[in-house]
């Protein structure tokens, strides 16, 4: 996982993992909401993968992966604009 701050006082949170990837939306003070990504075309899938959070496996439910493409545009959006993408829907956790 590494995140992405913009001077927005945003951050993206952003997990690789083969083909998949996850995307957290958030304030950078830590304080919430939290928002996950969700694929808008994606069936939701069952189970989890790890993520390495911390040097610590940490499962994220697979209804939450994303294709990595569709992460990197995420991020150029975030990059550009410092905020969250249309691409996905997005989740409160």
């Known amino acids: 996982m590494f995140e992405l701050c913009g001077s927005n006082g945003l951050r993206l949170l952003i997990g690789l993992a083969n083909e998949r990837a996850v995307v957290q939306f958030s304030s950078a003070d830590g304080e919430p909401p939290y928002l996950m990504a969700l694929d808008k075309n994606g069936a939701a899938e069952d189970g989890f993968i790890e993520f390495l959070v911390n ?35 997005w989740e409160e956790i």
């Not at 994220?60 to 969250?84: H, K, N, W, Y």
């Open 55 to 89: 040097d610590t496996p940490t499962p994220i439910p697979r209804r939450f992966c994303l294709p990595v493409e569709t992460v990197r545009m995420i991020a150029i959006e975030f990059v550009s604009d410092g905020t969250q993408s249309s691409l996905v829907n």
